[in-house]
Nanobody, 119 residues
Framework: QVQLVESGGGLVQPGGSLRLSCEAS????????MNWYRQAPEKERELVAT????????SYADSVKGRFTISRDNAKNTVYLQMNRLKPEDTAVYYC????????????WGQGTQVTVSS
C-alpha cells in the first residue's frame, strides 16, 4: 500500500523558513521522481518542485525559484522541501506527490500539510 506522509508545516512570519518532509512507503522510492504541490484557498493546485529519482535534476515553479529547494534521501525514503524567505502568498496546503505505474499511471498524494505565512 502506497503511503505519503507529510510533516513540517506550521505558522511562520514573512521572511522565515520551514522544512517540509514527506516519508514514502509501499513502493521502490528510489525509482521514481517526487513532487511537491500546493493549493491555496480558492486556487487550483500547482506544481511547486520536482526532483528526479537520483536527484540528478530538479525543477521549480517560477514563483519559488531561488527560495525553495527540493531534495531527497533515498536511504530514508524521504523527500524534503526547504522553504526560505517565505512570503504571505506561499500560504497553502502543501502536498507530496508521485506517479506510479498501475495499468497506465496512477497519481498518489499525501494528506497535505498547512503552511501559513503571516505576521
Amino acid at each position: 500500500q502506497v503511503q505519503l506522509v507529510e510533516s513540517g508545516g506550521g505558522l511562520v512570519q514573512p521572511g522565515g523558513s520551514l522544512r517540509l518532509s514527506c516519508e514514502a512507503s509501499g513502493f521502490t522510492f528510489s525509482t521514481y521522481a517526487m513532487n511537491w504541490y500546493r493549493q491555496a484557498p480558492e486556487k487550483e493546485r500547482e506544481l511547486v518542485a520536482t526532483v528526479s529519482r537520483a536527484s540528478l535534476s530538479t525543477s521549480y515553479a517560477d514563483s519559488v525559484k531561488g527560495r525553495f529547494t527540493i531534495s531527497r534521501d533515498n536511504a530514508k525514503n524521504t523527500v524534503y522541501l526547504q522553504m526560505n524567505r517565505l512570503k504571505p502568498e506561499d500560504t497553502a496546503v502543501y502536498y507530496c506527490h508521485t506517479r506510479l505505474p498501475d495499468w497506465g499511471w496512477r497519481d498518489y498524494w499525501g494528506q497535505g500539510t498547512q503552511v501559513t505565512v503571516s505576521s
